[in-house]
């Protein structure tokens, strides 16, 4: 099981860190993703990051601003989001898939949606 959490209000600039916590199983042969959906709009891919090797993976609105690690220790994805926009507005959902992915239906495991707010 995924739980997304973090988000609230923010400024345009400001920043926040969301947190996927899993629990249930380990995750050291998956990728966890973020996606968003803004309304009206499709879910998109936002970041992803391999937790066997780290490595990460960005959609090109958020690169450089946005950074995705994980903490082993507590089995959680975070996602750092820094000069926040308020297009970056959505409700950001975590997924977890054995292998590496962009797209919605490669994920088969997701977390309840937080909810991203940007005011200009």
């Known amino acids: 099981q995924l739980q997304a959490s973090g988000g609230g209000l923010v400024q345009a600039g400001g920043s926040l860190r969301l947190s996927c916590a899993a629990s249930?199983?380990?995750?050291?042969?998956?990728?966890i993703a973020w996606f968003r959906q803004a309304p009206g709009k499709e879910r998109e891919f936002v970041a992803a990051i391999s937790w066997s090797d780290s490595m990460t993976y960005y959609s090109n609105s958020v690169k450089g601003r946005f950074t995705v690690s994980r903490d082993s220790a507590k089995n959680t994805v975070h996602l750092q989001m820094n000069g926040l926009k308020p297009e970056d507005t959505a409700v950001y959902y975590c997924?977890?898939?054995?292998?590496?992915?962009?797209?919605?239906?490669?994920?088969?495991?997701w977390g309840q949606g937080t909810q991203v707010t940007v005011s200009s």
């Open positions: 997924a977890a898939n054995p292998v590496v992915g962009t797209t919605v239906p490669q994920y088969e495991l």
């Open positions: 249930g199983r380990t995750f050291s042969r998956y990728t």
